[in-house]
């Protein structure tokens, strides 16, 4: 005889585990299948389309398949001293099919953001070379003009090889990579893109602190005060929640205005005299105002939510045990706090971070935030992969604060309304 | 929140101060939304309150910024009014059907990958809207839905899902599992159950997540920025141009209505949170 228990069999005769864990199969089966729709149609018209914004970004085939012989015949070259005739002859080929399909513009547009010069020896070549002979590609191609017989530009021109760049995430911090591979920074007057990372995390760090500061004290005023009188002051919270974001900016605009409500009582308490208003819009003072209106309800739900779960006795408690109110409030009151406190600083400081139509509103040009370049580069200047660069970066930074936000709080946790 | 009658006077006074500042708070909050009612009733062209306005003067006040906003020859209200609308409840209707099926699925204790899953799903909620309306509006390109109203539906049900998610699996997390047992042991199929048993259930949850869904849609400006065309203007879009190039008292007047609307929808959400935590018997 075994040692071993005596299998437990279904009426089937099927081993009792064996049947739970197919009746456990289906049962997960079934779930996924109702999750399935849903998440198919997220990964395909979103997640997807995100991964598209990547390969965009370090996308750089363009002229990698305007000059697939150039390229190849590079291949030996060592960058030294001028290429040999090979690389000259298959550039010869190369350009030639490229007139034929008339893109050799593109080229010199390409050509010219990796090295300033060559929009103009481009089109020299492309009317000197009608008359090429046949043979001999190097001499006729450094006789059109002095720069074709320059090594830099034959180096430019290698450095567009690779299929793929990091370019432009470098752009996106101000730096670039030289003819010799290094990586720099722009020069100091041309760093634009640094100032707006540090004031879209400047902008988003105080809208974060100031809704936390206005928002304790009222959402603890909702949690103690009895139902009927906090049902009331609810709505205050939750109205702005549900108005359009639109309306909300707008009436920031009128009560901002120099001609402005806001203005208005600042003279007529003789802060400021009538004809010295403040300007408070198209600055970072309107996006601060605006932001921290606007994004205080989602500071104030999760803080209500976690200070309504606390026991009033608790305090109490502090108190009778000889502490006085202060010393309760910090050593009992506001450590049971945190876990709202995290939530909510998490939630707004995200939300904060991306923003782009209030700032693009009330901003003015020193109020805006790094969504609102995105945009300028999506809608004006047509870079795409730059803009899907700068995207990304942000979007890596907004991820890790989900994930943070995701182990503190709990995805399932957020509360709405 | 009356003190007790020993409070230490200097504990009185911080009380005050606390009042105070949570006056003030509340204030912040909600005085910004009343500055554009009376405004959207100014006779004149100007979006301050004229000298007649602060005596009171009746014919400081008129319509004349409504009257624009509907009969206007020029104005885009209309057009945009109906796009929003039609857009927005096709997006609702997406976001509820595949929303509720989905927390269905999440609630359930066998689904795998749970917090992956949930992760990815509400993550269009999460992810700053610019970089959704980038990525879309990529997709929408590419398969030839951009400028149309089916490409900003699609968009709006992959924003307002999320809500949706959420609202219904809280409702589930008090849901009582065996009454949807207890039917199929009563002979009943499973479409029949959620139909008769489980829908009415989490019913305020579903509309509470519909209304999320709409208002998302309906307020939504960034995506569809880059996906509407003229014919797709939507009340957000006309909003967003007129506030750019030069704050009109029609758009006051649409403001105006915005906020009836949005009241209404919020006294519905309340009035649905309410029933639902009875129904689940969380009674305070």
């Known amino acids: 005889m075994s040692s071993k228990t005596k299998q437990i069999l279904t009426t089937d005769g099927i081993p009792l585990e064996v049947s739970l864990k197919k009746a456990e199969k289906k049962n997960k089966i079934k779930a996924f299948l109702l999750v399935a729709p849903l998440l198919l149609f997220i990964i395909i018209t979103y997640v997807f389309p995100i991964g598209d914004m990547l390969m965009r970004s370090v996308d750089d085939k363009m002229v990698t398949e305007m000059l697939p012989k150039t390229f190849k015949s ?92 990091y370019q432009k995430y470098l752009k996106g911090i101000d730096m670039y990579e030289n003819e010799k591979g290094e990586i720099i920074n722009v020069p100091e007057d041309r760093r634009v893109h640094r100032i707006l990372w540090m004031r879209t995390l400047e902008i988003a760090f105080f809208v974060t602190v100031f809704c936390f500061l206005m928002a304790y004290p009222i959402a603890h005023l909702l949690a103690t005060l009895p139902m009927k009188y906090s049902n009331l002051l609810m709505i205050c919270v939750l109205l702005p929640f549900w108005t359009s974001l639109l309306v909300r900016t707008a009436s920031w605009m009128i009560l901002l205005q120099q001609q402005g409500i806001v203005n208005d009582f600042f003279v007529m308490i003789g802060l400021v005299s009538d004809d010295n208003r403040l300007e408070m819009m198209f600055n970072k003072t309107g996006s601060y105002v605006a932001m921290t209106q606007i994004l205080l309800p989602f500071m104030v739900l999760p803080l209500y939510s976690v200070m309504k779960t606390i026991s009033p006795s608790l305090m109490r408690a502090g108190k009778s045990l000889g502490g006085t109110p202060f010393v309760a409030f910090w050593k009992v009151y506001f450590p049971l706090t945190i876990p709202g406190i995290g939530a909510g600083c998490l939630l707004v400081f995200i939300l904060a971070i991306g923003y782009y139509i209030t700032p693009a509103l009330v901003g003015g040009a020193s109020g805006t935030l790094i969504s609102n370049q995105i945009a300028f580069h999506m809608k004006s200047t047509l870079d795409w992969s730059f803009a899907s660069a700068m995207g990304l970066m942000l979007l890596s930074g907004v991820l890790v604060i989900y994930w943070l936000y995701n182990k503190l709080v709990g995805i399932d946790n957020i509360k709405l309304g | 929140m009356a003190l007790p009658k020993y409070t230490e006077p200097h504990y009185r006074i911080w009380h005050y101060v606390y009042l105070t500042i949570c006056s003030a708070v509340f204030f912040f909050l909600v005085a910004p939304l009343f500055v554009i009612f009376p405004l959207s009733f100014n006779a004149e062209e100007f979006l301050v309150f004229s000298d007649g306005m602060k005596r009171l003067d009746p014919d400081a006040f008129s319509l004349r910024w409504y009257q624009d906003m509907i009969y206007g020859t020029k104005n885009p209200w209309g057009l945009a009014a109906k796009n929003s609308f039609i857009i927005a409840i096709f997006a609702t209707i997406g976001s509820v059907i595949l929303g509720t099926v989905a927390a269905l699925g999440l609630s359930s204790r066998h689904m795998p990958y749970k917090g992956l899953i949930m992760a990815v799903l509400i993550s269009p909620m999460i992810v700053p809207l610019i ?110 141009t007129g506030l750019r190039e030069q704050l009109s008292p029609t758009i006051l007047a649409v403001a105006t209505c915005l906020i009836i609307l949005s009241t209404l929808i919020l006294v519905t959400a309340e009035l649905l949170r309410r029933r639902s935590e009875r129904l689940r018997g969380i009674n305070r």
């Open chain 1, 74 to 165: 590079m291949e030996k070259w060592d960058g030294q001293d001028l290429p040999p005739e090979e690389v000259f002859e298959a550039f010869y080929f190369d350009f030639q099919k490229l007139i034929e399909d008339e893109r050799e513009g593109k080229l010199s547009t390409q050509l010219n953001y990796t090295k300033n010069g060559f929009k103009s020896i481009i089109k020299k070549l492309r009317r000197k070379s009608k008359s090429f002979e046949e043979g001999n590609y190097k001499e006729q191609i450094m006789s059109v003009h002095r720069r074709w017989a320059d090594v830099e530009y034959w180096r430019a021109i290698k450095r567009r090889a690779p299929a793929y760049t």
């Open chain 2, 131 to 240: 970089i959704s309306g980038v990525a879309i509006f990529f997709f929408m390109a590419k398969v030839g839905l951009a400028a149309t109203h089916a490409g900003i539906v699609l968009a709006h049900i992959i924003l307002g899902t999320p809500f949706v998610v959420i609202t219904v699996t809280a409702t589930l997390s008090g849901f009582d599992h065996s009454v949807t047992r207890a039917a199929a042991s009563l002979g009943s199929d499973p479409v029949n159950t959620f139909m008769k048993i489980t829908l009415p259930l989490i019913l305020p949850g579903v509309i509470s997540g519909g209304l999320f869904a709409f208002v998302t849609s309906f307020d939504e400006v960034v995506v569809v920025l880059f996906l509407a065309g003229l014919e797709n203007t939507t009340i957000p879009i006309q909003m967003w």
